[in-house]
């Protein structure tokens, strides 16, 4: 089945320093992938959409200069987070779709998540 | 009113059980809907898919009702293992965009 690979699975970093977590698909290609984040018990919230070779879509209320997201080729998206801070701490978690399956009836496979924490 | 909405829980059932669990949607020109197992400190993993007609996997049963915007997800014969939050999941167009419900968290007991 396809496999989303997530790195890093979760990092820690100080206050005022950048984060890169990286978001592959390693057995198909991937037009489109998104990008999430999950505070505690609470669900997922879509951050933005990644397009390869154009900009990317973010959701009402998203930084886009504060989670910059690059999507250089069609198995590869980036999001990184700036200037991280520790409200940024969090659960990020990206998904693709197959571009020949698509979406429709199969879902979307999910990366393992990011765990960052900001102290 | 959120986009899609789910009892949080938890619900807590012996092992044996059967269970139910609803959602609901709000736009009404959604496209496709998911059942997906989120474990903690996990992804979410893509448990089933609701067709219209309703389906059936194992011990599991979907359900959509368009015109309710109503989608529910029945688990007979629980094990400790279904122990999970089960997120309501919904596409709302062809973007791609997936709207998720806030999950509701099972804890199948012995």
């Known amino acids: 089945g396809a496999v989303v690979s997530q790195h890093p699975s979760w990092v820690i970093c100080k206050s005022g320093t950048s984060v890169k977590i990286e978001c592959r698909s390693l057995?198909?290609?991937?037009?489109?992938m998104f990008w999430y984040r999950q505070f505690p018990k609470q669900s997922l919230m879509l951050m933005a959409t990644s397009n390869e070779g154009s900009k990317a879509t973010y959701e009402q209320g998203v930084e886009k200069d504060k989670f910059l997201i690059n999507h250089a080729s069609l198995t590869l998206s980036t999001l990184t987070v700036t200037s991280a801070h520790p409200e940024d701490s969090s659960f990020y978690i990206c998904?693709?779709?197959?571009?020949?399956?698509?979406?429709?009836?199969?879902?979307?496979?999910f990366g393992s998540g990011t765990r960052l924490t900001v102290v | 009113r959120k986009e899609v909405e789910q009892d949080p829980g938890p619900f807590n059932v012996p092992e044996g059980a059967t269970v139910a669990f609803n959602c609901t949607y709000s736009n009404s020109a959604s496209q496709s809907f998911f059942w997906y197992r989120q474990d903690c400190r996990k992804e979410p993993k893509l448990l089933m898919s609701?067709?219209?007609s309703g389906n059936e996997d194992g011990r599991f049963t979907a359900q959509l009702n368009r015109a309710s915007q109503y989608i529910s997800l029945l688990i007979r014969d629980s094990k400790l293992s279904d122990s999970a939050t089960y997120l309501c999941v919904v596409n709302p167009g062809n973007t791609g965009k997936l709207i998720f419900g806030q999950g509701t968290t099972l804890q199948v007991k012995p």
């Open positions: 057995d198909f290609q991937a037009t489109t």
């Open positions: 998904s693709a779709r197959d571009n020949l399956v698509g979406g429709g009836l199969y879902g979307y496979t």
């Open positions: 609701v067709y219209s």
